[in-house]
Every structure is written in C-alpha cells, then in structure tokens.
C-alpha cells in the first residue's frame, strides 16, 4: 500500500463517527496478546458482517478521531525473541491474512493493521474465538446467538470462493495443480 492509499484509508476511518465491529482506533497502546485478541475478533466479525476487511488503526485517537500519531511500531516488536508479525501467526489458528501497513498522514506516524476475515471457521487467538459487539472486543463463547450466525455464514460460502493456500502467485498455481515429476 502505498502513502496515498494509506492516506485515502486513514481519513477515511477517522470520518466514521464511532468505532464499530469493524474499526479500533488506538494511539500509543499496543500489547501483543490484545493485538492478538483483537485480529481473532475482527477475523470474525468482518465474516458475519460480509465486510472485506476491518481494521485497527493507531495514531488515531478514540473519542475525537483526530490523527495525533503513534510511537507503535510494529516491526520493532519481539515477543520473547520472535517478531511480533511472526508471533501473530502462530498464535492464529486458522492463519488468516493480516496486512500491517504504517507511514506518515498528516504528519503523524500511524500503524494500520488490515484484518482479512475468517473463511471457514471462527479465527482463534491461543485457543479462544473473539467476536466484536459494538466497539467492544468479546469471547464469542458468551455470545452463542453470534457464533451460531457466523457458522451459517460459513456454510453458506462456497468451497470454491475459499482461500486455498494463502500469498500464492498466479504464475504459481499453475505450478502447484501439476504434479511433481520425479527422475
């Protein structure tokens, strides 16, 4: 993504009036293992709501949405040695497609994380499923109305609309359909 696009996303986040099942604003706060809860939430919710991604934007402050900017940065992130990306997904299950994007808005350093949502059944962080009611980040478990709906919507969506292996080429698929021929 581009700083144009980041940009054109990040005002257009800050327009919304509230946060929503889809959108968290942060400023400086980044603990891994929310962050961790929150991808599992958001994973979930965008596929109950059909929404192509949500997002958790940092630099961008709650109540005002005005953009002040953050001190996060992602890339430098260990949890014990690992990177905090690499730690993310491993921690997934099932690994879904996070995008973590970060550049300058306005003069202010934000962090954009794109959460891609869950495609066959509910994301979980260490082992727990979360879901977002309003603005609030929940465990699904304490929702069951919720987590029935979004097995429906799993249901409902065709194997062949389904991520098969994630971050392949084109030009690769190809390669992967034919079989190896072995000398």
Request: one cysteine or more.
């Amino acid at each position: 993504m581009d700083g144009a696009q980041l940009r054109a996303i990040v005002l257009e986040l800050a327009a919304l009036p509230d946060e929503t099942e889809w959108v968290e604003f942060k400023l400086n706060k980044a603990v891994p293992d929310e962050i961790g809860e929150y991808v599992s939430a958001f994973a979930n919710s965008c596929a109950l709501l059909g929404r192509p991604a949500a997002y958790v934007l940092w630099g961008v402050e709650d109540g005002t949405h005005r953009i002040l900017g953050t001190a996060f940065r992602p890339r430098e992130v260990k949890v014990g040695n690992e990177a905090l990306e690499s730690w993310l997904a491993h921690n997934l299950t099932p690994r879904i497609d996070v995008r973590v994007h970060g550049g300058e808005v306005d003069r202010s350093h934000v962090v954009l994380f794109a959460i891609h949502p869950a495609t066959n059944q509910p994301v979980r962080f260490k082992g727990i499923e979360y879901i977002r009611i309003g603005s609030y980040k929940k465990r699904l478990h304490d929702y069951p109305e919720k987590e029935r709906e979004l097995w429906r919507v799993f249901d409902r969506t065709p194997f062949e609309k389904g991520v098969a292996k994630p971050g392949v080429s084109s030009d690769d698929v190809l390669s992967l359909l034919t079989p190896a021929i072995s000398a």
